[in-house]
């Protein structure tokens, strides 16, 4: 109990502000310093209140933007999609008009007016406006261990990503609130030191509650899900076989499916088809991740019938249920007279029916070969995850495997796929980004796949993708129960309460990051993703003991992606495509596909017809001479490096479409 009073009491005067050095990154914090100390709980809040309905006011930026958005420009290259337009404005008049009330802030000057009185009452007047003044202390901090209460209208999150409302409602009532509709409440968590002491140092008080409840007809109780004991001894067991030889060895993988993905674009490119990308990728990343959890070749993204429609029905069932407001699935009747979720039953069989003799022949293999099991131990004729287990002796039923495998099958699909669409969209509207990526592409890799070297190289393409998943967790939001009495900040949070934990908010806080909106990858060259991770304001993996057991793996696998479709495309956006917007599952989804037009990057540069081209010659002395076809002017430029007499080359071709065409 101790421990927690202090850690309460260390909290309450950190909200967002922290140590120096600590949850700030470092430029900002003079920048923010101002802000930072003056907490958002408490008093504050009303002042926060009226400052974010300008500030909702002055975010009203749209993905459905991107059609009006020049590329690299600020509010388009962030793809700033915090809301869609005019649900964020009515969403900022209803906070102004108080619909959404805060306790704290409503008792604050109740006395104001009786106090003033009695201290022009003489003496005794003061002695009484004093004892009143010290009473209104007393209930002032007793309502600040109320925790801030937006009330709202279920209906206005729905039809909208859920996370985007709750950014307003952050800039509003804090790191830290409670949103209520009706009898059903949650606590919203924005807050890093407060999110650190939930994933990471009072771990054990949290479970996960209705993420638990919602994902157990398909994950059972795999390790996502899993609380306590299971989720104990689960991990022990899993961890291991991601070890750096397995990570090292699925880089061949993530090469060979980039191919695959690349032999449809380029018969795309070349028939000048366009093509969306997130039903790409999100084949990409299951084929990936069926080779290495359970060596199976699901051949998706040229496959689309049998066990891959099955294992998308299972998906989409189980994001609909993430998101769903009721519990449909739970009403017995339903699940013996209603179509939908009889194809659910039936598409959840045949991966099950798939998982079941996967492990039955893996198990097969296992006991006839005698390999000597060691740490770093890998298969050559299978190397993936479930060889690993079965040969380490883990003594497992195989029920439970199979929760195991389908909860990293589900893990690790969908949340690389919805990470590589994002950073495609952001590419779309920053060409400079993009150019510079391509630079370090062509210089580090060429036409090959990446191997374990080449990571460190691919420092701006790692960058990229840390920039991408700060601008889209995914998930957006972590979902935690608390399972005894908390204290986070200076508020008792109950046993049984649901908390969402906003990563969206923390990774887009501008108490938190200089242009918290802006797609800037540049910024993770000073400030490493591992330091920020280190202080809970970045958390695209989790953190603390639940942290993502795929994090290096995944990266790996989205920077391979990248960085050889870079190489070999050029992306743009599909023109009288539909605008790109956003959609609740799991992760984040577009909700029209990201479509793209794909060209290949050896096309010859287009020369403008506008554009009168300049030459440049080298004599037979090889002196470079530039002659300019709008003024007829000629200027030496110096003398040949290679000595070449007598080449024309035309200006317009720049050092980076020379590269192209190599
Ligand atoms: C870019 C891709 C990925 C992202 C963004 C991601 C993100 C996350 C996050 C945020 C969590 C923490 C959830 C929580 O605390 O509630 C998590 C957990 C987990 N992830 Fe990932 N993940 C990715 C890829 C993968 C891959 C490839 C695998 C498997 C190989 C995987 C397996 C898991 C598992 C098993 C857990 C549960 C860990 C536990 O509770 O002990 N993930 N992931």
Redesign the pocket.
């Known amino acids: 109990m101790a421990s927690i009073a202090a850690a309460g009491a260390s909290l309450s005067n950190s909200c967002f502000s922290g140590p120096p050095g600590s949850a700030v990154e470092p430029r900002l914090q003079k920048a923010t310093n101002v802000r930072l100390q003056s907490s958002l709980w408490g008093q504050n809040i009303v002042k926060c209140r009226r400052s974010s309905v300008s500030t909702a006011k002055c975010r009203r930026t749209t993905v459905a933007v991107i059609e009006k958005n020049s590329p690299d420009s600020s509010t388009s290259a962030n793809g700033s999609v915090l809301s869609s337009e005019g649900t964020d404005e009515e969403l900022a008049s209803r906070i102004a008009s108080g619909e959404f009330t805060v306790a704290a802030a409503k008792k604050k000057d109740k006395f104001a007016n009786i106090r003033q009185a009695l201290a022009n009452g003489g003496p005794p007047g003061r002695f009484l406006s004093f004892a009143l003044a010290n009473y209104e202390r007393r209930l002032k901090q007793e309502s600040l261990k109320k925790l801030p209460e937006a009330k709202g209208d279920v209906r206005k999150i729905v039809g909208q990503p859920f996370f985007v409302p709750l950014f307003t409602l952050f800039r509003t009532y804090g790191g830290i609130f409670r949103l209520s509709f009706g009898p059903k409440s949650f606590v919203i968590v924005s807050d890093p030191t407060i999110t650190k002491r939930i994933?990471k140092d009072n771990a054990k008080s949290y479970s996960?509650g209705i993420l638990a409840e919602i994902l157990e007809f398909v994950m059972g109780t795999g390790?996502?899900p899993a609380d306590g004991e299971i989720?104990r001894v689960r991990?022990r067991a899993?961890v291991p076989s991601?070890h750096k030889k397995f990570v090292t060895a699925m880089l061949s993988l993530f090469g060979d499916s980039t191919i695959r993905l690349c032999d449809k674009l380029d018969t795309a490119a070349s028939n000048g088809d366009d093509v969306e990308m997130e039903g790409l990728f999100s084949r990409l990343t299951l084929d990936v991740?069926g080779k290495?959890?359970f060596n199976y070749d699901f051949d998706s993204l040229s496959n689309e019938t049998g066990i891959v429609e099955a294992v998308y029905v299972t998906l989409r069932e189980a994001e609909d249920r993430s998101v769903g407001i009721f519990p449909y699935w739970k009403i017995p009747i339903l699940a013996a007279i209603d179509p939908r979720q009889r194809r659910v039953a039936k598409a959840l069989k045949v991966v099950n029916d798939t998982l079941d003799s996967l492990i039955d022949k893996c198990k097969q293999i296992v006991e006839e070969e005698d390999d000597e099991f060691h740490e770093e131990y890998i298969s050559e004729r299978d190397p993936s995850i479930l060889h690993f287990l079965l040969a380490s002796g883990d003594e497992v039923t195989s029920k439970q495997l199979r929760d195991d495998l389908m909860?990293?099958l589900i893990?690790?699909h969908e949340?690389?796929a919805a990470?590589l669409t994002w950073t495609f969209y952001l590419l779309s509207m920053n060409p400079s980004v993009t150019a510079k990526l391509q630079r370090e592409v062509d210089a580090v890799l060429g036409d090959r796949a990446p191997t374990i070297d080449d990571m460190k190289k691919l420092q701006y393409t790692t960058n990229i993708i840390n920039e991408s998943?700060r601008l889209y967790p995914?998930?957006p939001v972590?979902?935690r129960r608390t399972m005894e009495d908390d204290m986070l900040g200076p508020y008792l949070v109950k046993e049984g309460e649901d908390l969402f934990i906003s990563v969206w908010n923390l990774h887009r806080s501008p108490l938190l990051w200089e242009n918290a909106d802006a797609f800037q990858p540049e910024r993770w060259d000073t400030y490493s993703a591992a330091e920020a991770s280190q202080a809970f304001r970045y958390i695209?993996?989790?953190g603390g003991p639940?942290?993502?057991?795929?994090?290096v793996?995944?990266t790996y696998?989205?920077v391979t992606a990248l960085a050889m479709l870079a190489r070999r495309f050029n992306f743009e956006l599909a023109a009288g495509a539909p605008p790109v917007s956003m959609t609740t599952g799991a992760t984040i989804h577009t909700t029209n596909g990201l479509h793209m037009t794909v060209t290949h990057r050896t096309r010859a540069p287009v020369i403008p017809v506008t554009d009168v081209p300049s030459l440049t010659t080298v004599d037979e002395n090889g002196v470079i001479k530039s002659y300019s076809a709008s003024d007829g002017s000629i200027s030496v430029l110096g003398p040949s490096s290679s000595g070449c007499p007598a080449s024309a080359v035309p200006q317009n071709f720049s050092a980076s479409s020379t590269l192209e065409q190599s």
């Open positions: 994933l996960k390790l996502i989720w991990r899993i991601l991740i290495a959890v909860t990293m893990a690790g949340t690389s990470v998943m995914q998930p972590l979902i695209p993996f989790g639940r942290k993502c057991v795929g994090d793996f995944a696998e989205v």
